[in-house]
């Protein structure tokens, strides 16, 4: 079975620049979930969604910071301009029923190393 | 204020031999729900174990178990038989209500490295 997917996994850009990274959650699940991860500040929740609206968005930085989910199946974070203290993993994890569908659980995609120079 | 404590920055266990990794947690919620996550050194998070604060038992999931003290507020993993795969950094998380909606927060974590 599909666990969360992220793209891109890897990122190198330049200050400036936009970055948009993606997130497909897991079939099913209602909530949807962006961490920030770094040496200094470990994990940190940036935002999260249930069933498509963004519930709290209070760990999100800055207001270059934006999240989206469109739909179910797709959600956006989106970096606009870039910063070098941006550089970190962000990973998109979804809540729903484990594989044997007991209870609800917490799956993360593979994370998204974005490095800004 | 930190909600969830590991004091265990690194840890070392030897090859086969069961290892202790200590989580420690707040909160004022009745229900909340504890879960342990290792990252290798490839980065993904991987889920291990979860652990609600009803149950009754302590949670099992292979060679991996929860040591869970609800007065103690402490949800401690325990790993038996450890292996050189098992080397990675651990996260204790625990997920808790905010808004009426769940959130999940999580530990420092700690880095075990298993010897040969």
């Known amino acids: 079975d599909a666990g969360v997917i992220q793209s891109p996994r890897h990122e190198v850009t330049e200050m400036g620049q936009e970055v948009t990274l993606r997130c497909k959650p897991i079939?099913?699940?209602?909530?949807l979930f962006w961490y920030r991860q770094t040496m200094m500040r470990g994990l940190e929740l940036l935002i999260y969604?249930?069933?498509?609206?963004?519930?709290?968005d209070s760990g999100m930085p800055e207001d270059r910071f934006s999240a989206k989910m469109p739909n179910a199946s797709f959600s956006t974070l989106k970096i606009q301009p870039s910063e070098p203290r941006d550089s970190a993993v962000y990973f998109c994890?979804?809540?729903?029923?484990?594989?044997?569908?007991?209870?609800?659980?917490?799956?993360f995609g593979e994370g998204s190393w974005l490095t800004v120079v | 204020a930190q909600k969830i404590t590991q004091t265990q920055p690194g840890m070392f266990v030897q090859e086969k031999e069961a290892v202790t990794l200590d989580c420690t947690y707040d909160?004022?919620?009745?229900?909340?729900?504890l879960f342990w996550y290792k990252q290798p050194s490839s980065g993904e998070m991987i889920f291990l174990i979860y652990?609600?604060?009803?149950?009754?038992q302590n949670a099992t999931e292979g060679r991996y178990s929860l040591n869970f003290q609800k007065a103690r507020k402490s949800a401690n993993l325990v790993i038996s038989a450890s292996q050189l795969g098992d080397s990675a950094m651990y996260f204790c998380?625990?997920?808790?209500?905010?808004?009426?909606?769940?959130?999940?927060?999580f530990g420092a974590g700690t880095r075990l490295a298993v010897h040969p």
């Open positions: 994890a979804t809540e729903g029923p484990d594989r044997e569908g007991s209870r609800n659980t917490i799956y």
């Open positions: 079939s099913g699940h209602n909530s």
């Open positions: 969604f249930n069933n498509n609206v963004p519930i709290d």
């Open positions: 909160t004022s919620d009745q229900s909340y729900g």
């Open positions: 652990q609600g604060s009803y149950d009754e």
């Open positions: 998380a625990m997920r808790e209500r905010s808004g009426g909606y769940n959130k999940l927060i």
